[in-house]
C-alpha cells in the first residue's frame, strides 16, 4: 500500500513561517472579519493580500516556505562539502556529497552528452523479437526507467510480514490516464503540447524534425492504448482490487503475448514463486500490445522513456526542454529554480522516495533536528492518540465488536518521529566520482538489487519510505504506522520551544490527520498487523460508508477553480482525515492542558 500523505493544501497561513517562528502569527488575523462569519478569512485574509508565487514556484504556503528553508540548509552543507575534505569512502554522507557534486558539475554534463545513457539506449535497439523487447523492458526498469509498467517488492497486503513481487499498470509520460481521454480545452492543450515536446526530445536526441515528429505520434498512440487498459485513480484506490497474488506461470497463461519467462530472468527475478498484479486487465492488454504492435514501435517507445526519465540529470537542451513541458505547461512554473534545488529534487525526489534521500537525510538531520523536539513530538502523539481512543470508546453508531477491534488498531499504531532508528545501509551503491546521469542510474541499480535481495524475506518495520528532510508526513496502512520526518518538524508546525496550543493548532493537526489515516475508506480496510482484513461487522460498515458518503458529496460541491469541481471519491479519504484530525488534534490539546493554567496570550486563550 502506497504511504497516504498528508495534503499540501492544509497548510495554514495562520502561523508565521519565518525562521525561528515560536508563536501564533498574531499580526497576521484580520480583525476585520469575524471569526464566526469566515474563518478562513479571519486567519488568512493578511497573508493571502501579500502573498506572492515566485516565478521559479507553482504555488507558495507554509509548506513550501518551510520547504525552501530546509533545502536552503541542505544546499550550503553540500556546497561547503564539496570545498572540504570528502567524508570517508563507502559512507552514505560521501555518496550523497558526490552525487550532489556531480549535479552541479555542468561542464561535465555538458561533456558527456547522451554517454551515460548509451547502455541503455543500446539495449532498446537491440529489442529485435519477443524476447529482446522483455530484456529490454527489464533492463531499462532495473536502471530506474519505468517502461511498460512498474516493477517493485512491497510488503504482501494479505501477509504484511513477507515481501512480494509487485507489477502495477504504468509507461504512460503524462501524470496520469485521464490526461489522454479528458475533452476539456485545457486537457486538448496539454495533449498537443506533449505530443510536441516528445518530438523535440528526439530531435535534441539527434533525429531529423520530420522523423521525431512521426515518432511522437508512435509514442502517443502506445501510451494512450496503455491508457486506455488502465484503472482510473478512484479505482485503484480500493486495495482489494488492487490485489490480485497470482504465480508466474499463471501469468504467463492469463496475459499472453509477452515473454514474461526471458522478462523475469532479465530482471533478477527468476526465482520468485509469486507476485501481485495490480491490474490484471492491464497487463492483458500490456501483452497483446507486445505482440500486436512492431518492434520498431516499441523501440521509438522504449527510447522515448529513456530520454523522458534522465532528462533533468543530461545536459541542458534536455533538461530544460523536461522543464519546459513538464514544470512549465503542466504546473505553470515561468522560471527554473536554482541549480541546488534542482539537484537536491533529484536526489532525493520531491517525496524523498529516491533511492539517495536518506543520504542526504543524514546530513539535514545533522543540523536540524534535536532528541528534545523528537521527546516532545512523541508526547503530542500520545495525547492524540488517546484522544481517538477516547471517542472510539464513545462512537455511538459503532457495536462493541468492530470498537474493540479499532481500539485494538489503534493501540497498535506504531509511530515513527525525526528520522529512522536505523539509516539506510548504502553498501556498493556504486555513487561516486561520475557524472550526474550515470550516478542517476547507479542510484536505480543500488535500488533494484535491493529489490530483489527482498523477495520472500520478512519485511523491514523499520524502513522509512520518506526521507528525513521532506516537509510531509504519512500513514503507511501494511505498516499500520503514522511517521513524521523532521522536515515538516520545524516552526510554524513545530516548535519543542512554543506552547502546547500553537503546536497542537499546527503539527497536531498533521498527526491527528494520518493518524484518522487508518480509519478511512481505504485505510480501515487494514488490521493492527496491516494485513488486509475486513474486520467490521457488516452492519458497521454500512453505517460508515453511509456517513462516508456523506462527506464525498459535500466535498464533491465544491469549486476549486474555473468550476471544475473537487473529485470527492478520489479525495474522500484526505477529506476525513482533514476532518477527523482536527478534531482529535483539539482534544489532544484538552488533554494536554487538563492540570495546566489557560492563560491567555496575546489576548487569546489556547
Known amino acids: 500500500m502506497s504511504p497516504s500523505r498528508f495534503p499540501i493544501a492544509l497548510a495554514s497561513a495562520l502561523l508565521a513561517a519565518s525562521t525561528g517562528a515560536r508563536a501564533l502569527d498574531v499580526a497576521g488575523v484580520d480583525r476585520a472579519v469575524g471569526p464566526c462569519a469566515d474563518f478562513y478569512a479571519f486567519a488568512n485574509g493578511k497573508w493571502l493580500a501579500q502573498a506572492r508565487i515566485a516565478d521559479d514556484r507553482a504555488r507558495t504556503s507554509a509548506f513550501d516556505e518551510v520547504r525552501e528553508r530546509n533545502f536552503d540548509l541542505l544546499a550550503r552543507v553540500l556546497d561547503e562539502a564539496i570545498r572540504s575534505p570528502l567524508p570517508p569512502e563507502g559512507t552514505p554522507r560521501r555518496m550523497a556529497v558526490q552525487f550532489y557534486a556531480s549535479g552541479m558539475d555542468l561542464e561535465a554534463i555538458e561533456g558527456a552528452g547522451l554517454k551515460p545513457v548509451a547502455p541503455l539506449l543500446e539495449a532498446v535497439a537491440a529489442a529485435r523479437d519477443g524476447g529482446g523487447l522483455a530484456e529490454a523492458i527489464a533492463r531499462l526498469q532495473a536502471a530506474g526507467v519505468d517502461a511498460g509498467f512498474q516493477f517493485g517488492v512491497r510488503p ?35 495533449r498537443e503540447a506533449y505530443r510536441r515536446h516528445v518530438a523535440r526530445m528526439f530531435e535534441l536526441a539527434g533525429d531529423e524534425r520530420d522523423v ?5 505520434d508512435a509514442v502517443f498512440d502506445l501510451e494512450t492504448e496503455l491508457a486506455r487498459a488502465s484503472m482510473t ?3 485503484r484506490r480500493d486495495p482489494f482490487a488492487t490485489y490480485n497474488k497470482v504465480s508466474p506461470e499463471t501469468l504467463s497463461r492469463d496475459a499472453p503475448g509477452f515473454d514474461w519467462p526471458r522478462y523475469w530472468s532479465a530482471l533478477g527475478a527468476a526465482r520468485a514463486e509469486a507476485l501481485n498484479v495490480q491490474q490484471p486487465a492491464f ?4 501483452a497483446k500490445l507486445a505482440s500486436g504492435r512492431s518492434g520498431e514501435e516499441w523501440r521509438i517507445y522504449l527510447r522515448w522513456h529513456v530520454l523522458h526519465a534522465t532528462a533533468p540529470t543530461l545536459p541542458d537542451a534536455l533538461a530544460a526542454e523536461h522543464f519546459a513541458f513538464y514544470e512549465g505547461v503542466l504546473q505553470g512554473l515561468k522560471a527554473r529554480p536554482a541549480r541546488q534545488r534542482q539537484v537536491i529534487e533529484i536526489i532525493s525526489g520531491r517525496t524523498g522516495s529516491e533511492p539517495m534521500g536518506q543520504a542526504l537525510a543524514m546530513i539535514f538531520v545533522d543540523h536540524a533536528f534535536s532528541a528534545h523536539a523528537k521527546a516532545r513530538a512523541l508526547d503530542l502523539v500520545d495525547h492524540v492518540k488517546a484522544a481517538l481512543a477516547a471517542r472510539l470508546a464513545a462512537l455511538d453508531w459503532m457495536s462493541e465488536e468492530t470498537r474493540k477491534k479499532a481500539l485494538e488498531k489503534l493501540a497498535a499504531m506504531k509511530t515513527k518521529v525525526g528520522y529512522p532508528d536505523r539509516w539506510r545501509d548504502y553498501t556498493g551503491a556504486g555513487v561516486g566520482d561520475h557524472v550526474f546521469a550515470a550516478n542517476w542510474i547507479e542510484s536505480k541499480r543500488y535500488d533494484h538489487r535491493r529489490n530483489l535481495s527482498r523477495i520472500g524475506m520478512a519485511v523491514d518495520r523499520g524502513e522509512w519510505f520518506m526521507a528525513a528532510h521532506i516537509v510531509n508526513a504519512y500513514y503507511n496502512g501494511q505498516g499500520n504506522e503514522i511517521v513524521f520526518p523532521a522536515g515538516i518538524l520545524q ?32 485505510g480501515r480496510n487494514f488490521d493492527a498487523l496491516g494485513n488486509l482484513a475486513d474486520w467490521w461487522t457488516a452492519v458497521d460498515a454500512e453505517r460508515y460508508r453511509d456517513r462516508a458518503t456523506r462527506v464525498e458529496r459535500q466535498y464533491g460541491g465544491y469549486v476549486g477553480v474555473e468550476d471544475i469541481h473537487l473529485n470527492g471519491k478520489l479525495t474522500l479519504g484526505e477529506n476525513i482525515a482533514d476532518i477527523g484530525g482536527l478534531k482529535i488534534a483539539y482534544l489532544g490539546l484538552e488533554r494536554a492542558l487538563a492540570d495546566k493554567p489557560r492563560e491567555r496570550i496575546d489576548g487569546l486563550t489556547p
Do not use: C, M
Request: charge should be negative; proline fraction near 4%.
Open 212 to 216: 521525431a515528429s512521426r515518432e511522437s
Open 233 to 235: 485513480a478512484v479505482q
Open 491 to 522: 516552526p510554524p508546525f513545530f516548535d519543542d520551544a512554543a506552547d502546547d496550543a500553537v503546536n497542537y493548532g499546527a503539527i497536531g493537526a498533521v498527526i491527528g490527520h494520518e493518524i484518522t489515516h487508518g480509519f478511512d475508506d481505504r
Open 156 to 190: 504482501d497486503a494479505h501477509d504484511a510480514t513477507r515481501y512480494l513481487v509487485q507489477i502495477a499498470q504504468g509507461g504512460l509520460g503524462l501524470p496520469e490516464r485521464d490526461y489522454y481521454f479528458r475533452d476539456d480545452a485545457r486537457s486538448a492543450t496539454i
Open 283 to 286: 497487463f492483458k492488454a500490456f
